[in-house]
């Protein structure tokens, strides 16, 4: 019995448990599940409340949540850093990130409303569009680590990053569907533009903060600010904005995520990232044509 046990080599559990297709079984089961149930069931509270003091800090506390619970998980369950979500690159890859998630929405929006196909008037509630903020940085967290930190990262592990990319986007495309005013062309521009671009950018800097950032002020921009739906949800802001004209010009009734000028101008940076990724070696080639398995944030 003893020989037997001998016999197998001491990390070949430990080898099951870090292969791609395993890690990412138990990270969804043990980090997106309960962080996602997290974010609807708070949420859902807070929002009940209708008390904007309630639902600004509820948003917050549900972000850091999904930060720890994730570090926590890599850490403790995974025994690996968790590179990606590191605090000492959140400030600066964090700002980065938000700058250019705003400079993408702002310039889309600019174009739109030169075609004529975007209403812009003075709207809002600031109170609203504050919670319209932190409920962005929440939404951003949580997808961001599903989508990015969990579900691209593993399927790269696994198939290569050309592979998790197609698969993250039709993913993050098709999870729209849900949404209020969905439709078949605007998860499919969803998937082209926010699902290849934020792939993209986490694929050339290995980091959540940036793609945490990207999400957020792209949201905040189009909600809190222009006061657009967000991926058919109508979301409060500081201005009043309505699509108009043609729904692949405009958008329609899905928003202006569903244009064709946001699918176009999201795809261009898309590829300036994935040419940043190539340029610096971060392309990685499936499991089974690595001799051995590598470091993937």
Not at 12 to 36: K, N, Q, S, Y
Not at 71 to 98: F, H, L, N, Q
Not at 122 to 130: E, H, P, R, T, Y
Request: charged share 10%.
């Amino acid at each position: 019995m003893n020989a037997t046990v001998d016999s197998v080599p001491p990390t070949m559990f430990r080898r099951v448990l870090d292969f791609p297709l395993t890690c990412l079984v138990l990270e969804i089961a043990l980090v997106a599940v309960p962080l996602l149930f997290a974010r609807d069931l708070g949420w859902t509270l807070a929002v009940r409340t209708h008390d904007a003091l309630v639902q600004i800090p509820a948003a917050i506390a549900i972000a850091v949540l999904g930060c720890v619970w994730y570090a926590g998980y890599a850490r403790i369950v995974a025994r690996r850093r968790a590179k990606d979500i590191e605090t000492a690159a959140a400030p600066r890859s964090m700002a980065a990130g938000t700058a250019l998630g705003c400079a993408l929405q702002g310039t889309i929006a600019l174009l739109l409303f030169a075609a004529g196909a975007l209403q812009v008037s003075v709207g809002g509630a600031v109170l609203a569009a504050l919670v319209a903020v932190a409920s962005a940085l929440m939404s951003s967290v949580i997808e961001e680590i599903v989508l990015r930190g969990i579900v691209f990262r593993n399927l790269e592990a696994l198939l290569g990053s050309w592979a998790a990319l197609a698969l993250s986007a039709a993913l993050f495309g098709a999870l729209h569907l849900g949404n209020a005013h969905a439709t078949i062309a605007g998860a499919l521009a969803i998937a082209l533009s926010g699902g290849v671009l934020l792939a993209a950018i986490y694929m050339a800097t290995r980091s959540l903060w940036w793609v945490i950032g990207v999400h957020w002020g792209w949201n905040l921009t189009e909600g809190a600010v222009l006061g657009v739906r967000v991926s058919g949800i109508d979301t409060p802001g500081l201005l009043h904005s309505v699509p108009i004209g043609p729904a692949w010009l405009s958008g329609g009734e899905f928003g202006i995520e569903a244009s064709v000028v946001t699918t176009l101008v999201c795809l261009i940076v898309a590829f300036w990232f994935v040419l940043r990724a190539r340029r610096e070696g971060r392309v990685v080639g499936p499991w089974w044509q690595r001799a051995t398995h590598p470091a993937i944030a």
